[in-house]
């Protein structure tokens, strides 16, 4: 059974960093892409930023947080695991922040949630100005 658990969430105040964590449990492969979807309430869900590894390194950011947040894939005690590092944050990104995975082939854009057939369970990140 896979399951993505994340960590890192928490409140911090405009122009401040935080670092999301994701692990993958159940679920290993060289050729994959891993990323991190949010949700605000009342909004769509919607990509911030997803990097494809194997035989491709492309990576893909939200136009909102280019030049803020990174995207970068590791392993921790031998399992895939993705980071999103968050510096300058503004009170616009207070949602709650998703790690997604999938293998190939892969359907959609990197920005499809639908496409994503494992998700975490959700980590709140607040704002405050």
């Known amino acids: 059974q896979v399951q993505l658990v994340e960590s890192g969430g928490g409140s911090v105040q405009a122009g401040g960093s935080l670092k999301l964590s994701c692990v993958a449990s159940?679920?290993?492969?060289?050729?994959?892409?891993m990323g991190w979807f949010r949700q605000s309430p009342g909004k769509e869900r919607e990509g911030v930023a997803v990097?494809?590894?194997?035989?491709?390194?492309?990576?893909?950011?939200a136009e909102s947080v280019k030049g803020r947040f990174t995207v970068s894939v590791g392993s921790d005690n031998g399992k895939n695991a993705v980071y999103l590092q968050m510096d300058m944050l503004k009170p616009e990104d207070t949602a709650t922040y998703y790690c997604?995975?999938?293998?190939?082939?892969?359907?959609?854009?990197?920005?499809?949630?639908?496409?994503?057939?494992?998700w975490g369970q959700g980590t709140q990140v607040t704002v405050s100005s």
């Open positions: 990097k494809y590894s194997g035989s491709s390194d492309m990576v893909f950011y």
């Open positions: 997604v995975a999938d293998d190939p082939p892969y359907f959609g854009n990197w920005d499809h949630a639908d496409r994503y057939p494992y």
């Open positions: 159940g679920w290993k492969y060289s050729r994959n892409r």
